[in-house]
């Protein structure tokens, strides 16, 4: 499977991950210097466009202007749309009952979305989910164009695909209004699980 341009989904897992130890709310100084900038965290997010076509081995494509804004964060309250059976059931391991964190940058923006940390110890956590609305065309069509860099699921959503991305593997699944992302750590839970999981986060979501 090719690796796809994910510099922001390893942000924002990289984020989750400092905000964890400290609360729901916590300042963290800035971004990874390889990850993009959200110039407003309501009406901006950098977003990845197609797959780097280098050779392999070779250093991805930097961002252009037109990957950028393509997704709106932040649309719901609470992104947790898996609880901590249908996490463990995807993990293969126990975990705590998922949190919602916010995270402030020292530039003043901010990333909300929801991490799962393992049931028992200090480790960091494993996983992270997100929600977003596309600001143009729809959430299929959206999740269409990244299954080229990924394997798609049929039969579940509108479209769903499953990413090798830098911050692990990474589902992404389209409602009718949505785009959820379930980013994990460590070994990929293979299709079957994807596909429960993907079911059971369209069931939360609101009409």
């Not at 059976?85 to 995807?90: D, E, F, S």
């Amino acid at each position: 499977m090719r690796r796809a341009d994910d510099r922001w989904l390893l942000a924002l897992l990289l984020a989750l991950l400092a905000a964890a130890a400290g609360g729901c709310t916590r300042a963290v100084a800035g971004a990874p210097g390889a990850a993009p900038q959200d110039a407003s965290p309501l009406t901006a997010t950098a977003t990845p466009g197609p797959p780097a076509t280098g050779p392999p081995g070779g250093t991805a494509r930097d961002p252009t202007p037109t990957t950028v804004a393509a997704l709106q964060p932040d649309v719901l309250a609470d992104g947790c749309l898996l609880d901590a059976g249908q996490l463990a059931a995807l993990l293969g391991r126990p975990v705590r009952a998922p949190a919602q964190s916010v995270v402030r940058r020292d530039d003043g923006s901010r990333r909300a979305g929801c991490s799962v940390a393992p049931a028992e110890g200090g480790g960091a956590p494993l996983a992270a989910i997100n929600v977003y609305r596309v600001r143009s065309g729809t959430a299929a069509q959206f999740v269409a164009m990244r299954a080229a860099g990924g394997r798609r699921l049929t039969g579940i959503g509108e479209a769903a695909t499953v990413l090798d991305t830098a911050a692990g593997p990474a589902l992404q699944v389209a409602s009718a209004r949505f785009v959820v992302t379930v980013v994990v750590r460590g070994r990929d839970p293979g299709d079957a699980a994807w596909g429960a999981a993907a079911r059971h986060a369209l069931a939360r979501l609101p009409g």
